[in-house]
């Protein structure tokens, strides 16, 4: 287990909702990476938090958004649902000191019906 | 932008035998190379990594060598074991993460 906790572990939502996802880093990690995996697919980078800032983004839309907040844990916040976005959202910590390694959570499986 | 290839799309082996999964990458940027199994229903679990300054890395069963002139690095599993049936990613990132790109991912049977 790395320590990484995603809520909630399933979601079901119509297209045009939002849909809000949380994320809690491994203890003694700073930063929060977001990523989307389609099925049969690898992770795709949606974008990185670090000091509550946001610190690199993939090529996603700007109705994907996100928060880091204080205690390093993290939201990523999703407008106007279409049905492509179905996906299971994994969210990855890590120490920003140049040690790159991500840990990853297992991850919010979001259906967009 | 990175791009990550990765090869074969599926592998299966019988146990006891060696797996070796290739990736390639396009940017010569990138400087950081994990790989990662996935069982169903779970979150990328971290099984090795390797930096550009290292040719090879190995942990117990597991090896990852990197060719940086070719931009390619491999995964080698050896003695091979039902548990290690999954789903196994390889990744290429630089500047601390920001552009992780993971390859589409290849899916190890290993059959007893």
């Known amino acids: 287990e790395t320590g990484v906790t995603q809520s909630p572990t399933h979601l079901i939502k119509t297209r045009g909702q939002q849909v809000t996802l949380r994320c809690s880093s491994q203890?003694?990690?700073?930063?929060v990476s977001w990523y989307q995996q389609a099925l049969g697919q690898g992770p795709q980078f949606i974008f990185q938090y670090y000091r509550e800032e946001e610190n690199g983004r993939g090529n996603f839309p700007p109705r994907f958004s996100g928060l880091q907040f204080p205690n390093y844990s993290s939201e990523l916040n999703v407008n106007a649902l279409e049905l492509d976005d179905s996906a299971l959202y994994l969210c990855?910590?890590?120490?920003?000191?140049?040690?790159?390694?991500?840990?990853f959570g297992p991850g919010t499986r979001l259906t967009v019906l | 932008g990175e791009n990550v290839e990765q090869h074969p799309s599926t592998l299966s082996v019988q146990e006891g035998d060696s797996a070796v999964i290739k990736c390639t990458y396009s940017d010569s940027a990138s400087n950081y190379f994990p790989w990662y199994k996935q069982e169903l229903g779970k979150g990328p679990q971290l099984i090795i990594d390797?930096?550009?300054?290292?040719g090879e890395k190995k942990d117990q069963r597991i090896a990852v060598t990197l060719n940086k002139t070719a931009k390619h690095f491999s995964l080698h599993i050896t003695e091979t074991q039902p548990e290690d049936s999954a789903v196994y990613f390889c990744?290429?990132?630089?500047?601390?993460?920001?552009?992780?790109?993971f390859g589409p991912g290849t899916r190890l049977s290993v059959l007893p």
């Open positions: 203890s003694g990690h700073n930063t």
């Open positions: 990744a290429a990132s630089y500047n601390y993460g920001q552009n992780f790109v």
């Open positions: 990855a910590s890590s120490f920003y000191d140049g040690a790159d390694t991500q840990y």
């Open positions: 390797i930096r550009s300054n290292v």
